[in-house]
């Protein structure tokens, strides 16, 4: 796990995570790139045997799709506190927490829905193992970029 969270913190020190005028273009080039390097690391601890990798592989690129939904909406809601922090009313701050709260519901949702696709392709311990794995490293990148976010009424 040492090594995919090196690499985890080398794919966000060095895509250059800045939100600036076209935020949706600068999300859509660091989940291409972030997503073949997650697909190595996927396949290297998955390490599935031949004859259901197929099956996997299809269900993953599936997930990926709609997963990276949500990750855009999320950067978009994080791009959208950092534009209003200056002027952060009751009415905004409220907007943004329900948003994420959504967020996170539809990822909770997400990950039912494909526990299950991945199990019948695999095995529950594999679809698990996929579930904890993904888990890591999404739970990692929001863990680094919390970091760096101001809290409210931080900077007065």
């Known amino acids: 796990m040492k090594k995919i969270s090196l690499f985890i913190f080398a794919s966000l020190l060095f895509t250059g995570i800045s939100f600036g005028q076209d935020v949706n273009d600068e999300i859509t080039l660091i989940q291409a790139e972030f997503g073949m390097e997650k697909r190595q690391i996927v396949d290297e601890v998955m390490d599935l045997p031949e004859s259901i990798k197929s099956g996997f592989w299809s269900i993953y690129q599936q997930y990926e799709a709609e997963r990276q939904l949500l990750a855009r909406e999320r950067l978009l809601v ?23 709260l959504k967020n996170d519901a539809s990822l909770a949702k997400l990950h039912q829905k494909y526990y299950k696709k991945f199990k019948k ?10 579930l904890q794995l993904d888990d ?5 990148i929001r863990n680094a970029l919390q970091q760096e976010l101001p809290f409210i009424d931080e900077y007065k």
């Open 121 to 130: 392709v695999t095995s529950a311990r594999d679809a698990a193992k996929f």
């Open 78 to 100: 994080i791009d959208e506190y950092l534009n209003s922090y200056e002027s952060l009313d009751n009415e905004i701050a409220n907007s943004l927490a329900t948003r994420i």
């Open 136 to 140: 890591y490293i999404h739970n990692t």
